[in-house]
């Protein structure tokens, strides 16, 4: 059974930037939309960034809108969120996840229908 690996994950300041990996184990991502969500102590989770599959408009949520940018490399079988300007508020632990073509089930929050899951790198903003 495949699944996805985060990494990049660490405790940075308020202001700098950080990249997250996501990597597929066991499968190919050319064909999935991958979706990144992150979950803070105490609440729940909640969507960051989604691509689809051909790589075409990415979506962003508002809280991380222009400052975070998602991106994919086919043939290195990952994906990238850069995360520049981070802020406290940006501190939790950070999923990648992976659905069929387009960002579907991360639009509907439908978390039960992603085909894999990451196990999660944890992202701490604090000066």
């Known amino acids: 059974q495949w699944h996805l690996v985060e990494s990049g994950g660490g405790l940075v300041q308020p202001g700098e930037s950080l990249t997250l990996s996501c990597v597929a184990s066991?499968?190919?991502?050319?064909?999935?939309?991958i979706g990144w969500f992150r979950q803070a102590p105490g609440k729940a989770r909640e969507k960051v960034s989604c691509?689809?599959?051909?790589?075409?408009?990415?979506l962003y949520e508002d809280s991380v809108k222009g400052r975070f940018t998602i991106s994919r490399d086919n043939t290195e079988n990952r994906v990238h969120l850069q995360m520049n300007s981070l802020k406290p508020e940006d501190t939790g632990v950070y999923y990648c996840?992976?659905?069929?073509?387009?960002?579907?089930?991360?639009?509907?929050?439908?978390?039960?229908?992603?085909?894999?899951w990451g196990q999660g790198a944890q992202v701490t903003v604090s000066s």
């Open positions: 066991g499968a190919t991502l050319n064909q999935f939309a």
């Open positions: 996840a992976a659905e069929w073509f387009t960002c579907y089930h991360y639009i509907n929050q439908n978390y039960d229908n992603f085909d894999a």
């Open positions: 691509i689809s599959s051909h790589g075409g408009t990415p």
